[in-house]
């Protein structure tokens, strides 16, 4: 099952924190992103895609030494819509931040310094979607579907998040 159809199943299921209006925020932030910059909108969904595939290595470091629970945490704690230096000092050290900037970078076209300083927003916006399968009633808990989806993919390099971003904006109907 891909990455956004466990969303969609997070949305759906009222024991999960997902909700059209948390999709919602991510997609306007991703809107108004794009529009400040004047990047085109695809553009900065591949950029989320591929800062995803970072993500989620770091992500799964924090699993492999620390526990789900660990990576469920980072996950709560820096999830959202505004920008978070600390959730990008959280997952990357500050050469890594710059390897990624720079892997965006070449296979966008848009600016490593622009990517750079755009990555305190992007990263808390790709935990926000991981956030969507977090139990409502107790966040903490390894239950988040979403999170275990991504975490557990085929390690093919290909990351779900910019798929799943294109088909909520036409789930949502912008």
Same mark, same amino acid.
Do not use: C, H, W
């Given at each position: 099952? !891909? =990455? ?11 024991? +999960?924190?997902?909700? @059209? #209006? +948390? ?15 004047? @990047?085109?909108? #695809? ?10 595939? &970072?993500?989620?290595?770091?992500? %799964?470091?924090?699993?492999?030494? &620390?526990?789900? *629970? ?6 709560? *704690? ?18 890594? *931040? ?8 070449? %296979? @966008? ?7 750079? +300083? ?6 808390? =916006?790709? =935990? ?13 808990? !390894? ?7 991504? =975490? ?18 036409? &789930?949502? !109907? %912008?």
């Amino acid at each position: 099952m !891909g =990455l956004f159809d466990q969303i969609i199943n997070a949305i759906d299921n009222p024991n +999960q924190q997902g909700s @059209t #209006s +948390q999709l919602g925020d991510i997609l306007n932030t991703v809107q108004q992103l794009s529009n400040n910059t004047g @990047t085109n909108p #695809s553009t900065m969904q591949s950029a989320l895609g591929i800062l995803g595939g &970072y993500v989620r290595s770091a992500l %799964r470091e924090k699993q492999a030494n &620390y526990g789900n *629970q660990e990576a469920q945490a980072l996950v709560n *704690q820096y999830s959202g819509t505004s920008p978070n230096p600390q959730a990008v000092n959280t997952l990357f050290s500050p050469m890594m *931040q710059q390897q990624v900037a720079e892997a965006i970078a070449q %296979r @966008t076209g848009l600016n490593a310094g622009l990517i750079q +300083q755009l990555l305190p927003l992007l990263v808390p =916006l790709v =935990l926000n979607f991981l956030r969507t399968g977090a139990n409502a009633q107790n966040p903490q808990t !390894g239950g988040n579907s979403v999170l275990n989806s991504f =975490l557990d993919a085929d390690r093919d390099g290909d990351v779900d998040i910019a798929d799943a971003m294109q088909t909520a904006f036409r &789930y949502l !109907g %912008r």
